[in-house]
């Protein structure tokens, strides 16, 4: 009886802060008058419309996969009963979604949120000079890392309601390791060893998605990043400055021959450049495979495909002797207002009420994630997340990714990679042609240096 | 003996046909078995029977990629296209296939760059805008009806010229005919054949187009039957490769249905058309 | 008494839907458009010098006649095969006139999804050419650096024979019996009637065919896009991927520069080809 009684009382202390909360905030009060005042204090003008208006928020359909939380049915359900503010979203094929977001920004023909990963977003998107600065928004100040949401030039275009948990890592099947009494390689010879016992025991040591373009960088990804961070802690700056070129950097040229080692020692097999990442399920679930260069995603998508299948995740090996780091990838899915929006306060008024503590909890329910505001409840992660959680971001093992710090596009990159691996150029001429390619890029996007 | 002796080697023939056939028609069963699969079969993408035959796959397609409200969107704007194309084309190229000056020839050259340049994308939604038509229906049935102009034109003057004799103009002139009645009256019953070839070619363009709706329709609701594809890309982690399989099935349905129902005419159409 | 009023419906809206757009887009072809630069600047011709600069463009343009070559031979060569075979009295002509035409009309995104399985290292294509004993002709169809732009014609010419076969049966029927009686009765035989009556009657069909397959072939795009996105690298980028890669890079002025000389290799080939129908039509 006390216990119900105690229980009561905190949900009422609950029900109350949420209030309180709500009316300092903004965005998810019970009415609409308190709404208006909030909009009307924070830009002076425009007020909500009284009658129903939808706003849009444009999205490809991978990211849209990956960065869920934001499109939480349930969220977007309450937000239209508490403002009378539809919102519909738009999901465009991921291979267009890019061409058809910058035509829209050029054109002033935009959604009224956008969805872009965020460095992506700087370099592909022009964030800067499209889309409105939401530095002074309510959420801002309850940010757990304001700094991450940062543009270069200082300003935080987007918001964003998770954390990074990913890790780019390799992906393995426990069930072979055991059976083949292999433990968890800690360098690359352990490593190639690993590989060749798997081989000798007729199993495809790695399976390798090459075709599709993005598959190989992840090899690089950890082992770049543990350069920069590590090593070389201005290598992206210099870069940026084009005072260091890739070609200029051993250590790249060394990771990027070590990856290609695991294709010419047979452990990847030739046919890779025909695999897309479509085909990995299969792989694995025939146990044809008992690793891929990948990350966490996957193990999710087979957790869901064939739970039977156990699958660990160990940082990729590029180096003897030294520190092994999973990478982090850029933010994923900001959400971002374009200053051509035609309802650029009713958006605002959508991300404050996402930032709020209920939405952020019951984003939850979808897919656990960590929350990017401090006062949203700490996520029951799920085994995974907590062993990424717990094994490399508690103990400073995760680097992020280069992709974060460039400004350019890196397809052309990736398509060298392949090239690599179909045997049209070494590794030192892929980072010869990339500093070619980057320049190029660089100067068509004015950037100081090139 | 001369029967069996003639009819050998078309036997041989058909054999050779019938087995070359093959090559086109595996292709179409792994479509449709796939899209009879379970979701985790299917992404094996082979030629095997499915274990268990999921009809309800296309009642989940149908429902959960809102076919249907697609598949009205995709008939209105490809019907009004095709209609709007045909009226517009068969007149023009009427008077171009009939006069013989200066002026036709450009007109034929002219309209023939429609089949070569490439559609300028930006420049085109800009001329919206300013015309204030920049997310309509009429802005997407216009640029249908204009990009596929040319390929019209150039198949109309053909048969024109080729199959409709200028007597015939001429002898209902004399009964009083104006041009208009002429044209609608006499001619355009008489290019049948070519009109449904036309019809089922240019359905299938814009039927099958992608770009258009997705560069010009800000409104997902008012998009076409192929954008729900994507739905099913990577939908609950990973695609549903046969929900993706039975929607393409179901969104190459109409256009089979409008083959059949014209095939002799296509054939007979592009031959009078191009032929002679 | 034919007066060009009829010709003004199509005239004016072909005039500013397509044709204004396309010529202010030619405009920049000269400037270094881009999402970034607000103000444009005329840059002359040095977009076009780039691109001939560039070994990943030149590759393109290279794959992209090589593959239209192809293209344009084979489809016509096996349409018209095809035509010959299904104009006999064989039973299932009907049904087989169907199915050949039935690639054509399935969009590319089919396509890709049926063809890159197929031609998978261990896909049906290899799977089959062991099963017949053809073992060694295996190959990494869509990997192979050497010939994937060679898989990417093949599974086009796929797609497209029996669009062609259509307008060369179309042809055939139209040829009357009394030109092969006649023949028959001068003592040539099959190949010499095919040779020199056929062929020549055919010389219309042959013309619309080779045009739609020249204007196909050199503007392909769905093909390569959906089954190799113009990878492994580059080795099958063509030149409309090409533009849509610039374009999606952000360099608008580059990409729609090599869209104009697209245009121009497209129309050398064609003009002189139409101009050839345009009088034999008159003719006609």
Known sequence: MGYLRQKSILLAATVAFVAVMAGCGGGNAGNGSELKGQQEQSSGSVAPAKESVTITMEVGQALKEVAPHAFSQANIDEFEKQTNVKVKVIIDPDNQVKNVLQTKLSTSETPDI????????????????????????????????????????????????QSPLDAQAIVYNKAIFQELGLSVPTSYDEFLAVCEKIKQ?????????????????IWTAGPFGYVATKEKPSLWADINAGTTKFSEV???????????????????????LSDDYNMAPDAFMKKKAAMMIMGDWFVSDMKVKDPSIELGLFPVPAFNGKDLMISQSQITGMLHIPKAAKYPEEAKMFLDFLSQKEQMDRAQSDQPFMPSVN???????????????????????????????????????????????????????????WDEKFAELMSAANQPGF | MSLIRKRAPLLLLEAVMLLLSLTVIVPFLIMIFGSLKTGLEATAFDLTLPVKWMWQNYKQAIVEGDMVRSFVNGAVITCAAVALNIVTTSMAAFIIARKNTRLS??????????????????????????????????????IYCSINMAFSIFLYTGFIRTTIPQALDEAAVLEGASLVRLFFGVVFPLLKPINLTILIIVFMNIWNDINIPLFFLSDPDKWTLPLSVYQFFGMFSGSSWNLVFANLVLTALPIIVLYLFCQRYIVSGLTAGAVK | MYSYRLVIPALVMYGLVFIYPTITGFYYSFTDWSPINGILKFSGLDNFKYIFNNDALLLAIRNTIVYAAICIVLKNVFGLLLAVALNTAIRSRNWLRAVFFAPSIVSSIVIGLVFIPILQPEGLLNEFASFIGLGALRQYWLSDTSIVIFTIA????????????????????????????????????????????????????????????????????????????????????????????????GRWGLGTALNTLLFLIVSVAAIPLLRKMRKQEVEA
């Open chain 1, 114 to 161: 956008v969805v872009f990963n965020k460095v992506s977003g700087e370099n592909e998107l022009n964030t800067a000079n499209y889309m409105l600065d939401l530095s002074g928004e309510p959420w801002v100040r309850r940010l757990t890392n304001p700094d991450a949401l940062k543009a270069p030039d200082g300003n935080i275009y987007g918001f964003v309601m």
């Open chain 1, 201 to 217: 025991a007729g199993i495809a040591p790695i399976f390798a998605p090459f075709k599709d373009r993005w598959t190989f960088q």
């Open chain 1, 250 to 272: 051993p250590e790249f040229e060394e990771i990027l021959t070590k990856g290609l080692q695991l294709v010419e020692r047979g452990y990847i097999s030739p046919s890779a």
């Open chain 1, 375 to 433: 006062d949203a409840s700490a996520p029951s992660l799920t085994p995974l997340q907590q062993e990424i959680y717990d094994t490399y971001i508690k103990t400073n093992k995760a680097v992020v990714e280069m992709n974060a710090f460039m400004k350019v596009d890196l397809t052309e990159l990736w398509k060298y990679y392949q090239d690599m691996i179909a045997g049209g150029k070494t590794p030192k001429q892929v980072l010869e042609a």
């Open chain 2, 105 to 142: 020839g450009f007109l034929y050259y002219f309209f023939f760059i429609g089949m070569i340049a490439p559609m300028q994308l930006i420049p085109t939604i800009r001329l919206f805008q300013s015309i204030e038509l920049y997310g309509t229906y009429l802005s997407v049935i216009l």
């Open chain 3, 154 to 249: 093949a599974v086009s010419i796929w797609q497209w024979t029996g669009y062609h076969m259509a307008i060369y049966l179309a042809g055939l029927q139209s040829i009357s019996n009394d030109f092969y009686e006649a023949s028959t009765i001068d003592g040539a035989n099959a190949w010499q009637r095919f040779r020199f009556m056929t062929i020549p009657l055919l010389s219309a069909s042959i013309n619309i065919n080779v045009m739609l397959s020249l204007v196909g072939g050199l503007r392909v795009f769905g093909e390569v896009y959906s089954l190799t996105n113009g990878g492994p690298g580059n080795a099958s980028q063509v030149l409309s991927t090409s533009v849509f890669v610039l374009f999606g890079e």
